[in-house]
């Protein structure tokens, strides 16, 4: 890219950084110490505040680039993320904020251990949730790098990786410094610019076609090479038996995963009351369905106005396709016109990667400290100070788990990979939390094998896949230890999760604890005892 680019967009990225540093620098001066505030902002936030928040953590970089580049290059079946990450809050609202957010107090957790063991579930429930958050930061950080080295030129490696470090290094910033009621704010500057730069590219990609949504997909279909067949389900997902079942293994965890991601349950304690949870998800859905809808124009204008070869000559997995789609529309390169759309797009896209890191550390850092190291210093009660304390220092260390995860793969696409990360949420966090709510006679034994009967398989089942080795696509392109031939495990590791839940709980010597189901149960449906 020419200098015009990097300058502008390396100005409005030091803009966006700047204005979110001052953020977390007010929102640290709020009290520091109190758990409350660091977990959940204080739970001052309004239904539209956190409604905004949600959207700008859940609309992420795979949301961005990924889709949109996997539409740009396999047509149909690309929508399947887009229309898979909207129906999942189905699930959320009918099944979980309310539920959540009354029995809860900052983590998943909370929820499962209110009449259980706590140690055991704890320990269990804070594993998966800083699994399932690593795989999630993993995605974001390759964004991040996808984009810089196209901003660069795609020619520097150590810029790209430097980006990562530096995206990691300003999470921890975030984070340490600011807790909940910063990171909150950034989600909803950063979902304000995105709707807004998103709103802008479909506007210019339908007015190049005069509104004629018919030649945007036949201009798509022409240029993609596949011809009519870019506009029929089976290009990504049809070639064979394999290829359909992990379609349906990726629609099972789109689908159910959302439901199990920390970083979106903790969303639902920033707010007073379980009403204002629901009414946080109903702003939520209404901003996240507008958002995906205008995805599919955007890479179906990608594959007709860019044309699919090219996107994947800039990026194999379609990871650039939006920032180039930005480019053509402002006048191509070479243009002030191009440069000033693109370097705004690039802005936003890395907007959208601080702010969904921000919040995923956060949630994972307070799994640490809140869970899994109260947990283990039971016997010398841990303070709301000291689990502050090493929360801090664990998004630090989950920070550089991160970084070296995302320089390894930098290559696949982010869609994808944060479809891993759903896989994985659906299969050890959605079985428990739906039993922990619903089944009377759930145990803690069922809890912990529900948990693990679906981490272990989904992590297992990912490592063993063609995703890891055995294709060239591959993390590791020149070994071959491949067994499972799917890409992604939602179709055996979500029912193995439901199943290891069931057998744990039947076979558990301990009765179940009707009375504290009961409770439970009337604390959820009523919020009588909610914090």
Same mark, same amino acid.
């Given at each position: 890219?020419?200098?015009?680019?990097?300058?502008?967009?390396?100005?409005?990225?030091?803009?966006?950084? &700047?204005?979110?540093?001052?953020?977390?620098?007010? =929102?640290?001066?709020?009290?520091?110490?109190?758990?409350?505030?660091?977990?959940?902002?204080?739970?001052?936030?309004?239904?539209?505040?956190?409604?905004?928040?949600? !959207?700008?953590?859940?609309?992420?970089? &795979?949301?961005?680039?990924?889709? *949109?580049?996997?539409?740009?290059?396999?047509?149909?079946?690309?929508?399947?993320?887009?229309?898979?990450?909207?129906?999942?809050?189905?699930?959320?609202?009918?099944?979980?904020?309310?539920?959540?957010?009354?029995?809860?107090?900052?983590?998943?957790?909370?929820?499962?251990?209110?009449?259980?063991?706590?140690?055991? @579930?704890?320990?269990?429930?804070?594993?998966?949730?800083?699994?399932?958050? @690593?795989?999630?930061?993993?995605?974001?950080? #390759?964004?991040?790098?996808?984009?810089?080295?196209?901003?660069?030129?795609?020619? /520097?490696?150590?810029?790209?990786?430097?980006?990562?470090?530096? #995206?990691?290094?300003?999470?921890?910033?975030?984070?340490?410094?600011?807790?909940?009621?910063?990171?909150?704010?950034?989600?909803?500057?950063?979902?304000?610019?995105?709707? =807004?730069?998103?709103?802008?590219?479909?506007?210019?990609?339908?007015?190049?076609?005069?509104?004629?949504?018919?030649?945007?997909?036949?201009?798509?279909?022409?240029?993609?090479?596949?011809?009519?067949?870019?506009?029929?389900?089976?290009?990504?997902?049809?070639?064979?038996?394999?290829?359909?079942?992990?379609?349906?293994?990726?629609?099972?965890?789109?689908?159910?995963?959302?439901?199990?991601?920390?970083?979106?349950?903790?969303?639902?304690?920033?707010?007073?009351?379980?009403?204002?949870?629901?009414?946080?998800?109903?702003?939520?859905?209404?901003?996240?369905?507008?958002?995906?809808?205008?995805?599919?124009?955007?890479?179906?204008?990608? !594959?007709?106005?860019?044309?699919?070869?090219?996107?994947?000559? /800039?990026?194999?997995?379609?990871?650039?396709?939006?920032?180039?789609?930005?480019?053509?529309?402002?006048?191509?390169?070479?243009?002030?016109?191009?440069?000033?759309?693109?370097?705004?797009?690039?802005?936003?896209?890395?907007?959208?990667?601080?702010?969904?890191?921000?919040?995923?550390?956060?949630?994972?850092?307070?799994?640490?400290?809140?869970?899994?190291?109260?947990?283990?210093?039971?016997?010398?009660?841990?303070? %709301?100070?000291?689990? #502050?304390?090493?929360?801090?220092?664990?998004?630090?260390?989950?920070?550089?788990?991160?970084?070296?995860?995302?320089?390894?793969?930098?290559?696949?696409?982010?869609?994808?990979?944060?479809?891993?990360?759903?896989?994985?949420? !659906?299969?050890?966090?959605?079985?428990?939390?739906?039993? *922990?709510?619903?089944?009377?006679?759930?145990?803690?034994?069922?809890?912990?094998?529900? @948990?693990?009967?679906?981490?272990?398989?989904?992590?297992?089942?990912?490592?063993?896949?063609?995703?890891?080795?055995?294709?060239?696509?591959?993390?590791?392109?020149? #070994?071959?230890?491949? @067994?499972? %031939?799917?890409?992604?495990?939602?179709?055996?590791?979500?029912?193995?999760?439901?199943?290891?839940?069931?057998?744990?709980?039947?076979?558990?010597?301990?009765?179940?604890?009707? &009375?504290?189901?009961?409770?439970?149960?009337?604390?959820?449906?009523?919020?009588?005892? &909610?914090?």
């Amino acid at each position: 890219m020419s200098g015009d680019h990097q300058t502008l967009a390396l100005l409005l990225f030091s803009a966006f950084v &700047a204005v979110t540093l001052a953020i977390t620098t007010w =929102a640290g001066r709020n009290r520091r110490g109190s758990a409350e505030e660091f977990y959940a902002g204080g739970r001052l936030f309004s239904p539209m505040e956190n409604g905004f928040a949600i !959207a700008g953590d859940y609309m992420s970089a &795979a949301s961005f680039l990924g889709i *949109s580049g996997l539409i740009a290059l396999h047509g149909y079946d690309g929508m399947l993320y887009s229309v898979g990450f909207l129906v999942a809050w189905l699930v959320v609202l009918l099944f979980v904020a309310e539920l959540v957010r009354n029995c809860g107090r900052f983590t998943l957790a909370d929820v499962i251990a209110a009449r259980m063991r706590e140690r055991p @579930v704890r320990i269990a429930a804070g594993t998966s949730s800083v699994t399932v958050s @690593v795989l999630y930061l993993v995605a974001q950080m #390759v964004g991040a790098g996808s984009l810089v080295a196209l901003l660069l030129g795609g020619t /520097s490696e150590a810029a790209r990786s430097w980006t990562v470090i530096g #995206v990691g290094a300003l999470m921890v910033v975030y984070v340490s410094l600011g807790g909940m009621r910063a990171t909150t704010w950034i989600q909803i500057v950063k979902a304000v610019l995105l709707m =807004a730069g998103t709103l802008a590219l479909t506007v210019l990609v339908l007015l190049r076609f005069h509104g004629d949504v018919d030649q945007l997909l036949t201009t798509a279909a022409e240029r993609s090479g596949h011809g009519s067949d870019f506009l029929a389900p089976g290009l990504k997902y049809g070639e064979n038996w394999t290829a359909r079942l992990d379609f349906i293994s990726l629609g099972l965890a789109l689908v159910l995963g959302t439901a199990g991601l920390p970083h979106i349950l903790s969303r639902f304690y920033t707010v007073p009351t379980a009403r204002a949870a629901r009414r946080s998800v109903v702003w939520s859905i209404g901003l996240i369905g507008s958002f995906y809808l205008m995805t599919i124009v955007l890479g179906f204008g990608a !594959a007709a106005i860019i044309g699919s070869d090219e996107v994947r000559a /800039s990026s194999a997995a379609g990871n650039t396709a939006v920032p180039l789609l930005a480019l053509d529309l402002g006048g191509g390169a070479g243009t002030t016109g191009g440069a000033v759309l693109f370097a705004v797009v690039a802005a936003v896209a890395f907007a959208t990667i601080l702010a969904v890191v921000a919040g995923i550390t956060l949630a994972s850092s307070a799994s640490v400290a809140h869970d899994l190291y109260a947990s283990l210093r039971r016997r010398r009660r841990s303070t %709301p100070y000291s689990e #502050v304390a090493v929360a801090r220092a664990a998004a630090a260390g989950i920070g550089a788990v991160a970084i070296g995860l995302g320089l390894l793969a930098r290559d696949l696409n982010v869609a994808f990979l944060v479809g891993l990360a759903f896989a994985v949420a !659906a299969s050890a966090n959605l079985p428990v939390l739906l039993y *922990s709510l619903f089944w009377r006679n759930f145990t803690t034994r069922g809890a912990v094998w529900s @948990v693990y009967g679906g981490l272990v398989p989904a992590v297992l089942l990912v490592v063993l896949s063609p995703v890891v080795s055995g294709s060239p696509d591959a993390l590791f392109p020149g #070994v071959d230890f491949q @067994v499972f %031939p799917l890409q992604n495990p939602g179709a055996v590791s979500i029912p193995l999760g439901f199943l290891a839940g069931w057998l744990g709980t039947v076979t558990s010597p301990e009765p179940p604890d009707e &009375a504290g189901h009961a409770e439970t149960e009337v604390r959820a449906l009523t919020g009588a005892g &909610a914090v």
